[in-house]
């Protein structure tokens, strides 16, 4: 069999990796006298490895995470507060496994986001699906949505994925539509014990003015909170301590 004929139906295959590179493999194989086990399980290992790294590339697309960062570059010494041990049951990835939610609450600057994206890259890495989305841009999306008579469609976009991030929740008040979107997107990921991390610079007792109304937010943070781990980052600004380094912002005595 000519190497062509075995490009096109390895091509036909689908294994197109593994079709640009027979050349070399089997130039390798030959030089080596590799056994033919050997060989089709060389070339197994190659397609899935490469197939498996471009579902990667396909979930963290799909996330529109706005940074990738992961938890080696979270500095615990600058923020004590965090519990290294309780991140480290996070990224287990256990709670999205059992439909659990966490919760990452604290000022503006303290690395809630960088947390949030490290626990996500690390769901991604193990293989769920996951979709982030700041709060704004969720108010934004609803009001869309409602003016296209779409409201459907994007509750079941942000039910479908395994692990919902919504960042941010706290700077911007949920209009009665957005928030009632998010208790209906809520509910549907509880009932399925689907997972969903969020992050917010207010306490649970300033949800009631999010959302304006104390009976909404009750019924969210019951559902939130029934299975959940709470993180309450008490510590100081990355960005000030960074402005601070390049001479920006005063130094605090």
């Not at 690390?122 to 769920?128: D, N």
């Not at 704004?136 to 003016?147: G, R």
Request: with cysteine; charged share 30%; proline share 3%.
């Amino acid at each position: 069999m000519s190497t062509q004929l075995l490009i096109e139906r390895l091509s036909q295959m689908g294994w197109h990796h593994t079709a640009d590179q027979i050349d070399g493999l089997l130039e390798d194989a030959s030089k080596d006298n590799v056994p033919y086990s050997e060989f089709l399980n060389t070339i197994l290992l190659n397609e899935m490895e490469k197939r498996d790294s471009l579902a990667l590339e396909k979930r963290i697309l799909k996330a529109k995470l706005p940074f990738q960062k992961t938890i080696h570059e979270f500095d615990f010494e600058f923020q004590p507060s965090i519990s290294e041990k309780r991140v480290k049951e996070v990224l287990t990835c256990r709670f999205i496994e059992n439909g659990e939610n966490v919760l990452l609450l604290g000022p503006p600057g303290v690395g809630k986001t960088h947390l949030s994206v490290a626990f996500s890259m690390e769901a991604i890495i193990k293989g769920y699906s996951a979709l982030f989305i700041r709060a704004d841009d969720f108010i934004n999306e609803c009001k869309k949505a409602d003016k296209a008579g779409l409201i459907n469609r994007v509750i079941k976009r942000w039910s479908r994925p395994d692990l919902l991030i919504l960042d941010e929740l706290g700077y911007f008040p949920f209009d009665e539509l957005s928030a009632n979107i998010l208790f209906q997107v809520i509910s549907k990921r509880y009932d399925k014990r689907g997972a969903i991390l969020i992050t917010s610079n207010k306490s649970f007792l300033d949800w009631g003015k999010i959302f304006g109304d104390e009976v909404l937010a009750t019924a969210i943070l019951d559902r939130l909170l029934h299975h959940a781990t709470t993180f309450n980052v008490k510590g100081d600004s990355y960005r000030l301590r960074e402005k601070q380094k390049a001479g920006i912002a005063p130094v605090q005595i």
